[in-house]
C-alpha cells in the first residue's frame, strides 16, 4: 500500500484473496487478488452476479438551503428535474470548459444531496461553489459502497429487500440489509444491471460476507477492481484520469479535454448555462482536437495501455484501455483518436511492445448491449 490515509473496513477480506490493497484515490483498494481469476470475475459479472470492493469513491454530503446552488454551479446538471430518491450522472469542468472529474449526484430531500465523485477535483470544485453560501459539505469516509453487478444481483437482493425489484435505473432508497441500516442505488460501471450498497463500516464486513455466502449457490464471487476495466470498455465508461491527456499529454498543450472530445456533452442539461466553463465549453464545440472512440482488432492478444495507433505508418493516436472477451469473443479497445478515425470502418494498427503489430478497424461504442437494455431493465 503506498500513500494511503483512507483504509477500507474490508482490507482484511482482500488481503485473505491475496490483495496488496495498491492505492487509489487514498485508499487501499484491491486491484488484484492472486487468488481467483479476471476472466471468471467478468464472466460471473456478465452472466450472474459479482461483488466489489468500490470504497475508494469519494462520498460528499451536501445539505443546507443553499445545497442545489452550489451543485448547479459545480456541475453540468440542472437539479430542478432531480426528485428526492433519483440521482444523475455528471461532469464538472474548470474556467476553461476542461473536464476535471465526473459525479454521480443522488438527491435524498429537498436540501439534501451526496455527490459521489473519483479521483479528480471534485471535492475542491464542490467546496470552492460554496464559499460565502449557506451550506454544509461534509466528506464521509466512513460510508463504504459495495458494488453488487451482474444480472442476478436483483434475484438475490429481493430476499432480503422489499420493492428492490422495481427500483428504477438511477433510483435510491434507504432501506434495511441484514437488517443494518443501508441506501441501495441502482447504478454501477459495469454496463450490466447492478446496485450500489453504501453502508456504515462497522456492518461492511458482515454484508460483503453475507452477500458472498449466501450468494454462492447463485454464482456470486468477490471481484477485484481491475476487473472494471474489461467492463468498462465494453460499455463506454470512461475513467478519469487514465482515458485522458492528464495520462496522455498533448505534444504541444496543457492537459485538459473537453466533453465534445470525450463524448460527455450528453452530462449537461440542454440549455443550462451559469454552470463553471460553461461558457467556454459551449464555445469549444466544433473545435475538437480528438476523440475518444473504439478500436476492433483483430486475435486475442490485447495491446497494452499507451500502445499507439498507427494508420499508414504514422502514429495518429493511442490506446487508452483494452480487453478480451471470453464471453463474446472480440478483442476491443478505449482509444484517443483524429477526427477524420473516429468513424465506422477506419483501417488501423496498434503497435504493442509485447504483440507486434495489430491490425485493427474502428468502431463505435459501446461494443456491448449498444441500446443500453441490460443495465436499464425494468422488472
Not at 442545489?68 to 426528485?83: F, G, Q, V
Not at 465508461?237 to 465534445?260: I, K, Q
Request: glycine share 12%; hydrophobic share 35%.
Amino acid at each position: 500500500m503506498t500513500n494511503s490515509w483512507r483504509f477500507t473496513a474490508l482490507g482484511d477480506r482482500h488481503r485473505a484473496l491475496g490483495s496488496g490493497l495498491e492505492d487509489w484515490n487514498g485508499m487501499g483498494l484491491a486491484w488484484s487478488y492472486t487468488s481467483g481469476d479476471p476472466d471468471a470475475e467478468y464472466m460471473a459479472i456478465r452472466t450472474r452476479a459479482g461483488l466489489m470492493d468500490v470504497s475508494g469513491l469519494k462520498k460528499l454530503h451536501i445539505t443546507g438551503p443553499a445545497a442545489s446552488h452550489i451543485i448547479e454551479r459545480a456541475t453540468t446538471r440542472n437539479l430542478e428535474k432531480l426528485m428526492p430518491g433519483r440521482s444523475v450522472y455528471a461532469s464538472m469542468l474548470d474556467d476553461g470548459g476542461r473536464f476535471i472529474d465526473d459525479c454521480v449526484i443522488y438527491r435524498n430531500a429537498p436540501n439534501q444531496f451526496m455527490v459521489v465523485h473519483g479521483s479528480g477535483q471534485g471535492h475542491e470544485q464542490l467546496t470552492m461553489a460554496a464559499t460565502g453560501r449557506d451550506v454544509s459539505i461534509r466528506f464521509d469516509d466512513n460510508l463504504h459502497d459495495l458494488s453488487l453487478q451482474g444480472p442476478l444481483a436483483v434475484d438475490f437482493l429481493e430476499k432480503h429487500v422489499e420493492g428492490i425489484r422495481q427500483l428504477a435505473y438511477f433510483g435510491h432508497m434507504h432501506t434495511a440489509l441484514f437488517g443494518r441500516p443501508v441506501t441501495i442505488s441502482r447504478t454501477g460501471y459495469t454496463g450490466e444491471r447492478g446496485y450500489e450498497i453504501f453502508c456504515r463500516g462497522q456492518d461492511a464486513g458482515m454484508i460483503w460476507d453475507r452477500i458472498l455466502e449466501e450468494g454462492q449457490a447463485m454464482g456470486i464471487i468477490p471481484c477485484r477492481f481491475s476487473t472494471l476495466d474489461m467492463l468498462r470498455v465494453e460499455s463506454q465508461l470512461l475513467f478519469f484520469p487514465y482515458d485522458n491527456s492528464e495520462v496522455y499529454p498533448f505534444e504541444n498543450g496543457d492537459a485538459g479535454d473537453t466533453l465534445w472530445e470525450l463524448g460527455l456533452d450528453f452530462t449537461v442539461s440542454p440549455g443550462k448555462t451559469g454552470f463553471r466553463g460553461a461558457e467556454a465549453h459551449y464555445r469549444l464545440k466544433g473545435n475538437e482536437r480528438f476523440k475518444i472512440w473504439g478500436l476492433k482488432l483483430e486475435g486475442d492478444k490485447v495491446p497494452g495501455n499507451g500502445a499507439p495507433v498507427m494508420r499508414r505508418g504514422r502514429k495518429v493516436g493511442v490506446v487508452t484501455q483494452a480487453m478480451h472477451s471470453p464471453l463474446n469473443h472480440w478483442t476491443v479497445a478505449i482509444a484517443r483518436l483524429p477526427l477524420d478515425c473516429a468513424n465506422d470502418g477506419t483501417d488501423l494498427v496498434v503497435a504493442c511492445d509485447t504483440h507486434g503489430e495489430i491490425r485493427a478497424r474502428s468502431h463505435s461504442m459501446p461494443f456491448y448491449d449498444v441500446d443500453k437494455k441490460r443495465r436499464t431493465a425494468k422488472g
